[in-house]
């Protein structure tokens, strides 16, 4: 009897090691160490399966999960709870609520789980009517839940009403609509709900910490971590991440040197801290001193020294790793993608053996930066599950490489849209010359409902301003002010491109007067204190806002920061700043040699900005050469011609103005007069006025416009 008794004891002492060894190894991303220790267990009980069940939904293993979960011999209702958990942070909403419909019992936590579910997807409606079908349902736990729920979306009238008619409020309770407020930036709600709590805990101290962190108010937040009763590890943290976020670092680090315990976390948040200030070194330092490091920490330095462009060192630490996991790998392989070098990130790729949506799509987007678009595909088909990244970046892929109709194919394929889609479509129709069909495209996406940003106006008037489709463009124009987005950068410069090409100067001097271009300048300066890496697109529109206000130093210092802080390789757009900078100042022999220095070939817009420089300060004989630079890319542009002509005769010199003429017939070079009617039919469309005059919402007025427009050209 007593052998059998410590048989079984062996027994549960053994199982119960190795379930706890599978939930660490689950925990710490080495999913299939896991996998190991399960298949060698001698003896397992359902424990064992409830605890791989929740490692493999921990490691975005779902259809692991579920396999396992249905050929378990004895399921209990934590087993049913995993794999509703599991459903729960992978986003698959409607399979956790068939399981859910399927489970013989349910519990308390049961209900929970599936009512934060929804809460989490924002059906706030479905959530609702599961909670009036509880059979708990005054239950505290539950109603935290929905409150929580009402919280995080917004809904703060309806969390009160059912934070206010529940007869029994914990201090979770109140956390929970605390955190509702603090979380969504409404800290003048979040500081009166905080003032009438009758009691708080660590937790109540730490949320109105972060709250006004997150709104910018670091002084409150100062302010409330220095009277926290208690604080702990979390408390310092916040705080702690409060001053990196705003560029306090030197505070950052006596905060940390002054921790009475320092965990895992406090050291991570201290590398990051580092890390995303460009201290890179200092990261580095502090990561050799830690005690104890975690997955976290490796990945951290990591993304350091790939944000340094130090990859081979990089590359180095992600060897030395004990384990290695999705995240550091996908850091490392965005490092390679930001090079170009695909085949180094590709081999990263190929070792990994659970790939989560992240680690596809950085793969897939440096293919597609590459105008590598077969193997971009090749990969885009092999993935499980897309998201609608995946899809943008195959539209946004094909866009930049001129496949208009694979990238339209794969546009209309999509089940779901967002804005991003939309401005990726336009954008290459625009980019590609296909600008009517960019007004067409731009037309079905206000029918379809979806609003326009900053880009999609950009987009949409760079193609008015190739079409001279003024009408449109003014109308266009009202929409943008409509929508607040008139004092964007991008959306300035597209509207005075639009005006100029139109052939209205008086309207496009008139808009350029008003910009601001330092608020591009702040915008940048903000991003950098907050830890946010530009990328080329921000630093087009942040050489382009110097060019405009003359800060000559500054856009040269930037641009050398672009290349060396950043490891951006300039594109042709930035090179086309750095002409337009240096031309503007008269330095067109810099500008001349920065293009002669060019590692990659100039392009029309470089060329352009070149003689438009020239044209400025006088230069006869570079302007020469480089308008015969631009006529190799656009023999058929009569502006150039133009250009180059009216230079020559302010300088008296006739036989060369004869020679640009004769050779821009001889290319078949015609002015085209820009629209100033629109005839359908042989009858003069009155009707546009007419309806115009009686239109009261400008966004009406543009959408009948546009469709006047496209007909027009649809009919030839």
Request: proline residues 2%; glycine residues 6%.
């Amino acid at each position: 009897m007593k052998s059998s008794l410590k048989s079984v004891g062996e027994h549960g002492s053994y199982v119960f090691r190795h379930n706890l060894k599978i939930t660490q190894l689950g925990k710490s991303g080495q999913i299939d160490e896991a996998i190991k220790v399960f298949q060698h267990m001698t003896h397992k009980n359902t424990v064992t399966h409830n605890s791989m069940i929740s490692a493999f939904a921990k490691n975005g293993r779902i259809s692991d999960a579920r396999q396992l979960f249905d050929g378990m011999p004895q399921r209990n209702i934590v087993s049913w709870n995993s794999m509703i958990a599991a459903y729960l942070h992978n986003d698959r909403v409607e399979e956790a609520r068939q399981l859910f419909d399927q489970m013989p019992t349910r519990d308390l936590y049961s209900w929970t789980l599936m009512i934060t579910c929804y809460t989490r997807n924002g059906e706030l409606a479905k959530a609702r009517n599961l909670f009036n079908l509880l059979p708990y349902k005054w239950n505290p736990v539950c109603c935290n839940a929905m409150v929580a729920g009402y919280a995080k979306n917004r809904q703060f009238d309806e969390a009160r009403r059912l934070f206010d008619a529940m007869p029994a409020r914990d201090l979770v309770s109140w956390n929970s609509m605390l955190t509702g407020y603090t979380r969504n930036g409404e800290m003048r709600l979040g500081l009166q709900f905080f003032e009438e709590m009758a009691e708080r805990d660590v937790v109540s101290w730490n949320l109105m910490v972060d709250g006004f962190v997150e709104v910018g108010d670091l002084n409150s937040s100062w302010e409330f971590f220095e009277k926290i009763p208690n604080p702990n590890t979390v408390s310092w943290v916040t705080m702690l991440c409060g001053f990196a976020r705003f560029g306090k670092i030197a505070e950052a680090r006596r905060l940390f040197d002054q921790m009475p315990i320092r965990n895992v976390v406090a050291w991570n948040a201290m590398i990051a801290a580092y890390v995303q200030n460009c201290h890179v070194d200092e990261a580095i330092s502090l990561f050799m001193e830690m005690p104890e490091k975690n997955s976290i920490s490796w990945t951290t330095v990591i993304n350091g020294y790939v944000r340094m462009g130090k990859l081979d060192e990089a590359r180095q630490l992600l060897n030395q790793m004990p384990y290695r996991n999705v995240a550091a790998q996908t850091a490392m392989i965005s490092g390679y993608v930001q090079n170009k070098r695909m085949d180094d990130a590709r081999q990263i790729f190929n070792q990994i053996s659970i790939r989560d949506v992240v680690c596809w799509n950085t793969m897939i987007a440096g293919y597609s930066q590459c105008g590598r678009m077969d193997e971009a595909l090749h990969l885009f088909k092999q993935m499980v599950k897309k998201d609608i990244v995946s899809w943008n970046t195959m539209v946004a892929g094909y866009a930049q490489v001129g496949q208009m109709d694979a990238a339209i194919k794969i546009f209309e394929e999509m089940k779901e849209k967002n804005i991003v889609s939309w401005n990726s479509l336009i954008s290459g129709l625009t980019q590609n010359g296909s600008y009517l069909d960019a007004l067409k495209s731009f037309m079905l996406m206000g029918h379809e409902g979806q609003k326009p940003d900053q880009s999609t106006f950009a987009c949409g008037l760079s193609a008015c301003a190739h079409l001279a489709a003024l009408q449109v463009g003014k109308q266009l124009h009202q929409l943008v002010m409509k929508s607040g987005y008139v004092t964007d950068l991008f959306v300035s410069n597209a509207l005075i491109t639009m005006y100029a090409k139109c052939g209205s100067i008086s309207s496009a001097e008139l808009l350029f007067k008003d910009i601001d271009h330092f608020d591009a300048l702040k915008l940048f300066h903000k991003m950098e204190v907050e830890g946010v890496a530009p990328d080329e697109v921000t630093f087009v529109g942040i050489l382009s806002a110097c060019s405009h206000v003359g800060l000559i130093d500054q856009g040269l210092k930037l641009f050398k920061c672009m290349v060396q802080a950043y490891n951006i390789k300039p594109l042709a757009e930035h090179y086309a700043c750095m002409v337009d900078l240096l031309g503007r100042a008269g330095r067109l022999e810099e500008a001349f040699q920065l293009v002669r220095g060019m590692k990659i070939n100039a392009n029309a817009g470089i060329w352009g900005a070149l003689l438009g420089a020239c044209r400025i300060h006088g230069n006869l004989e570079l302007a020469k050469f480089a308008a015969e630079k631009l006529l190799e890319f656009e023999p058929h542009k009569t502006s150039n011609y133009v250009l180059l002509s009216n230079m020559q005769a302010e300088a008296g010199r006739w036989d060369e103005v004869a020679r640009v003429r004769r050779l821009m017939k001889e290319k078949g070079a015609e002015k085209q007069p820009g629209w100033s009617w629109i005839e359908l039919q042989n009858r003069l469309c009155h009707i546009l006025r007419s309806l115009t005059a009686h239109m009261r919402n400008t966004g009406d007025m543009f959408w009948i416009i546009l469709k006047f427009y496209i007909k027009f050209h649809d009919h030839g």
